[in-house]
Nanobody
Framework: QMQLVESGGGLVQAGGSLRLACAASGRTFGNYIMGWFRQAPGKERDFVAAIMWSGRTTYYAESVKGRFTISRDNAKNTAYLQMDSLKPEDSAVYYC??????????????WGQGTQVTVSS
């Protein structure tokens, strides 16, 4: 089993920034593609970003391209999501997830408990 613990969520004004972290344990972190997803109240969980094993290749949802940056530190078993120019519509619970497959689309096997991000207008 892999355990994932997110941190860094909170309340921020529109235009501000937050950095989420996802600490992993229990499995070899570098063997997993890491992803970030988000779910707003009453909506489905949506893909936000993903990063391949070495960190050199990343993928983003169109809605966050140019504003969010995903990264990872395999030595620290941690993935990050830097969120800049935040908008009220970015408000959601953010989840990190890990997949052992070779496709960033998953399926993702392991999920964190989520961290709330609220952007005020």
């Amino acid at each position: 089993q892999m355990q994932l613990v997110e941190s860094g969520g909170g309340l921020v004004q529109a235009g501000g920034s937050l950095r989420l972290a996802c600490a992993a344990s229990g499995r070899t972190f570098g063997n997993y593609i890491m992803g970030w997803f988000r779910q707003a109240p009453g909506k489905e969980r949506d893909f936000v970003a993903a990063i391949m094993w070495s960190g050199r290749t990343t993928y983003y949802a169109e809605s966050v391209k140019g504003r969010f940056t995903i990264s990872r530190d395999n030595a620290k078993n941690t993935a990050y999501l830097q969120m800049d120019s935040l908008k009220p519509e970015d408000s959601a619970v953010y989840y990190c997830a890990a997949t052992p497959y070779r496709d960033y689309e998953g399926p993702y096997h392991y999920w964190g408990q989520g961290t709330q991000v609220t952007v005020s207008s």
